[in-house]
């Protein structure tokens, strides 16, 4: 069974930074996409990045390009969302997801992606 666990949240001040984990168990191949995704509170879920562990094709939503990056270790296993210039409108809860992939497929995927697995989530909150 794939598993989701994050970790790496907490408080910061306007312009800090965080780098969120997200470890990834279960997965039996390379062929799978992560998204980070966020809720704040009073607010719908939103897609945040993703990233491709097929190729490391990655994708952003426009709010925080330049700010956050999506990574994977060598592993593959562990996914990192670094948080830079972080701003109040940031607090939320992330959460990682998963889908698997039943063949290999390149490039991008969309936040919009149905994702099959999902972590509990850790709270970010960005204040002074």
């Known amino acids: 069974e794939v598993q989701l666990v994050e970790s790496g949240g907490g408080l910061v001040q306007p312009g800090g930074s965080l780098r969120l984990s997200c470890a990834v168990s279960?997965?039996?191949?390379?062929?799978?996409?992560i998204g980070w995704y966020r809720q704040a509170p009073g607010k719908e879920r939103e897609g945040v990045s993703t990233i491709n562990i097929v190729d490391g094709s990655t994708y952003y939503i426009d709010s925080v390009k330049g700010r956050f990056t999506i990574s994977s270790d060598p592993t593959k296993r562990t996914v990192y969302l670094q948080m830079n210039k972080l701003d109040p409108e940031d607090t939320a809860v992330y959460s990682c997801?998963?889908?698997?992939?039943?063949?290999?497929?390149?490039?991008?995927?969309?936040?919009?992606?149905?994702?099959?697995?999902w972590g509990k989530g850790t709270l970010v909150t960005v204040s002074a």
């Open positions: 997801a998963a889908t698997v992939l039943n063949i290999p497929v390149y490039g991008p995927f969309y936040p919009g992606t149905n994702m099959n697995y």
């Open positions: 279960g997965v039996t191949s390379d062929d799978f996409v």
